[in-house]
């Protein structure tokens, strides 16, 4: 079963408009992270966020973390066709990292 | 690319052939990770090891072995290769030293099992 499930599926954007990405999981972490994989690579690590924090930015974008709510949300300010790739919520579930299933952005020039 | 490496970078397999899947970094990273790929499934870990001769099994370990004799490589084996093993194998090392920490991952390898 997965621990982090994000949402939506897919989203559609124009160029210069924000993204939002959420992700919720199941039980008491230590960590939240993201990750961005374009097409046939890796995954990118993104952005650390502990449980202790609300907020952290990097650059055009912005992670926020409710413990009580169990999710996060990813932003990503202007979007650029760049930015099209599928963006990882991932968890510390025990003694492992245990990713969500992606969600697809697509940007449109 | 934190210095890791894979080959091979594409396989093509038989049923019921071992195969063997490299993972090579260049910085002494103590954590490594195998992960596979798959549609409907996200990223699943299939063994981790924490040094030299230490390994451990992840979610989705069965037909598949590991080894770690030297710190700079990570051996996935898979003993009889299956259908069900097709797949986009990863490998990841945990580069700020704590074993649930920010990862890095190498290129992917993708083997098709006919």
């Known amino acids: 079963s997965q621990q982090g499930e994000e949402d939506p599926q897919a989203l559609s954007i124009q160029e210069g408009e924000n993204a939002t990405m959420n992700c919720s999981y199941k039980t008491s972490i230590n960590n939240l992270q993201w990750y961005r994989q374009n097409s046939g690579r890796g995954l990118v690590h993104l952005i650390l966020?502990?449980?202790?924090?609300r907020e952290k930015h990097s650059g055009r974008l912005r992670v926020t973390l409710d413990t009580s709510k169990k999710s996060s949300s990813l932003l990503i300010t202007a979007s650029r066709a760049a930015d099209t790739a599928s963006y990882f919520c991932?968890?510390?579930?025990?003694?492992?990292?245990?990713f969500g299933e992606g969600t697809q952005l697509t940007v449109n020039p | 690319d934190a210095g890791i490496t894979q080959s091979p970078r594409h396989k093509v397999t038989e049923t019921g052939t071992p195969v063997t899947l490299r993972c090579h970094q260049t910085e002494n990273h103590r954590y490594m990770y195998w992960y596979r790929q798959d549609p409907g499934h996200g990223l699943r870990l299939i063994h981790y090891s924490y040094g030299v001769k230490d390994t451990d099994k992840g979610e989705v370990s069965d037909g598949y072995s590991v080894s770690r004799s030297k710190t700079e490589d990570f051996l996935l084996t898979l003993e009889s290769a299956t259908s069900s093993q097709t797949s986009v194998y990863f490998c990841?090392?945990?580069?700020?030293?704590?074993?649930?920490?920010?990862?890095?991952f190498g290129p992917g390898t993708r083997l098709t099992v006919t």
């Open positions: 991932a968890t510390d579930s025990g003694s492992r990292l245990t």
């Open positions: 966020i502990r449980s202790n924090e």
């Open positions: 990841a090392i945990s580069e700020s030293g704590e074993p649930l920490g920010e990862q890095y």
